[in-house]
């Protein structure tokens, strides 16, 4: 890969763009070197699953964790713990090297919004990705620090404004039609305080383990149903046969 702009200021003001494919002999999508914590490696999961398996927002969309985002040729990826990119969709093939990553030139555009789990002081999201994601402009910008390494505040939004961020007072996204809360309860067997995506109108986006949950209770209820439906019609045929009436 090239060497990387000593400054983030001189990354493109957005994606860049190309009549023709350029060559991206040159460009490695995968490092193989990511490692993370515990907690962060599920609050990852936890945002990106619940996206992809209950978000409905009537256009297509990725949401992803972990995955580069390329917005020049020659200038190194920035790589979001999450992201969210709407009116697109991935190709069928994304073994090919030019699918492999959010190359932002193959898309159009950046994603909407990127969220960024802190944990720690040397990760730069106050500083270096707050300065890439402004710069390319991300429309919103999440920092969610549980442990508040960085900021005063777990959650923070930002979202841009005249090419400028701009703290968000409430947890919503409203140009994109998702909100996020601080909710407390237990996810893969861990109960902790974790970040959750909320749709326009507030309503919690269900991961796997719920909406299965969600699903065996509306089959236990069809169920209990079913049997009492069954014990009414037997007990109105033996009323039937003790008036000496012979039911069908």
């Not at 999961?45 to 972990?66: H, K, V, Y």
């Not at 699903?215 to 045929?237: F, G, N, P, S, V």
């Amino acid at each position: 890969m090239s060497s990387s702009p000593s400054d983030p200021s001189d990354a493109p003001e957005s994606s860049a763009f190309f009549v023709e494919p350029p060559d991206i002999g040159h460009i490695v999508t995968e490092d193989d070197e990511a490692m993370d914590n515990w907690f962060s490696e599920k609050q990852k999961r936890l945002l990106a699953e619940s996206l992809n398996l209950s978000w409905r927002p009537g256009r297509p969309f990725i949401a992803a964790a972990n995955v580069g985002i390329f917005y020049g040729l020659h200038i190194p990826p920035v790589v979001p713990d999450v992201f969210v990119a709407l009116e697109v969709q991935l190709p069928e093939d994304i073994w090919e090297k030019r699918n492999r990553s959010y190359f932002a030139w193959e898309y159009g555009k950046v994603p909407e919004a990127v969220v960024e789990i802190a944990s720690n002081t040397e990760g730069g999201e106050r500083d270096r990705k707050y300065k890439i994601y402004q710069k390319i402009r991300t429309l919103y910008y999440v920092i969610y620090d549980p442990m508040k390494f960085i900021q005063n505040e777990p959650l923070r939004i930002f979202e841009l404004n005249a090419g400028q961020y701009v703290p968000r007072s409430d947890k919503a996204l409203p140009q994109i039609g998702l909100k996020l809360t601080l909710w407390n309860g237990v996810y893969e067997g861990r109960d902790d305080c974790w970040l959750r995506w909320c749709d326009a109108e507030g309503n919690l986006l269900l991961n796997g383990a719920e909406r299965s949950e969600i699903a065996e209770q509306r089959a236990d209820t069809a169920e209990q149903r079913a049997e009492t439906a069954e014990q009414r019609a037997e007990q109105l045929a033996q009323k039937l046969k003790e008036l000496g009436i012979e039911p069908d």
